[in-house]
């Protein structure tokens, strides 16, 4: 009697990335089973040289829980988790290995965690989704001005969730002024004009680097060691910030205004 391992892995991670006890799993069995060989995480076993064969096509879970199981029978099987999870296969194996007299032993070991805000990624690709061809027709039309008023909705509705003490209101609130933000983002994204575009990576790496730059108590060598150090110290650094800006605006015009005077010229 054998073991049926199955290996399940987050989408959301790079699918070589897997824990060493799911790719000891995956090298020491002799046999390894898919439902497609196009998932990410079979593709990432079988450019390591290892062998996987695509089984259950379109059966329905009971009928793919016999097969994993029954293989199992006679030595250990790997089963590579598809990328939707499975639905319904992991009942379906307790029901099968339920009514046998002597069933193979089954684990689920687990190749890959989410990482913490890995369901940001989800947001993304559903927004992305939402704008692009076949997607929705008035996500697709929206700009940066016809968005607005939303953003001022959304950003008020989130401040009454608080007053209201409603946290899951509140967290459902929040998801809103986010959907704002990745709305905004994915429109400047199809920008004709480059000077317009940014997507969201911009939007993030913008936000770290203030955060670090506006934090050097934490990271770097500030001396703030209170709130109210922390204020003072952000609105001093927020104020330099702002007329360094102004400087290079200022520069900049300057410099356009002498292109233009030498062109005439």
């Given amino acids: ?124 690709a559903v927004m992305d989704r939402l704008r692009s ?29 608080i007053e209201s003490g409603d946290r899951q209101h509140l967290a459902e609130e929040l998801g809103d002024v986010l959907l704002q933000v990745l709305f905004h983002s994915r429109v400047a994204e199809d920008a004709e004009s480059p000077e317009e575009q940014f997507d969201i990576d911009d939007v993030a790496g913008v936000l770290v680097e203030k955060l670090v730059r506006r934090h050097p108590h934490v990271f770097a060598d500030g001396d703030a060691s209170t709130p109210e150090e922390v204020e003072e110290a952000w609105a001093r650094i927020k104020a330099e910030e702002k007329a360094a800006k102004a400087s290079r605006a200022g520069r900049e015009d300057d410099a356009h205004a002498g292109g233009e005077a030498g062109h005439a010229g």
């Fill in 1 to 124: 009697m054998g073991r049926l391992s199955l290996v399940v892995t987050s989408p959301r991670v790079a699918p070589g990335l897997m824990s060493r006890s799911a790719w000891y799993a995956v090298e020491s069995a002799p046999v390894r089973l898919c439902r497609d060989a196009s998932e990410p995480v079979v593709d990432a076993v079988i450019e390591s040289g290892l062998s996987v064969e695509s089984v259950g096509g379109d059966m329905e879970a009971p009928e793919l829980a016999r097969v994993l199981v029954s293989g199992a029978a006679d030595g250990d099987v790997v089963w590579l988790g598809s990328s939707d999870g499975d639905p319904g296969l992991t009942d379906a194996i307790a029901s099968e290995v339920s009514r046998l007299e002597l069933p193979p032993e089954v684990e689920v070991v687990v190749g890959s965690w989410d990482v913490p805000g890995s369901r940001l990624l989800d947001a993304v």
């Fill in 133 to 161: 061809p076949g997607g929705c027709p008035w996500d697709a039309k929206q700009t940066h001005e016809s968005l607005a008023k939303y953003l001022t909705e959304e950003a008020v509705e989130a401040v009454e969730a």
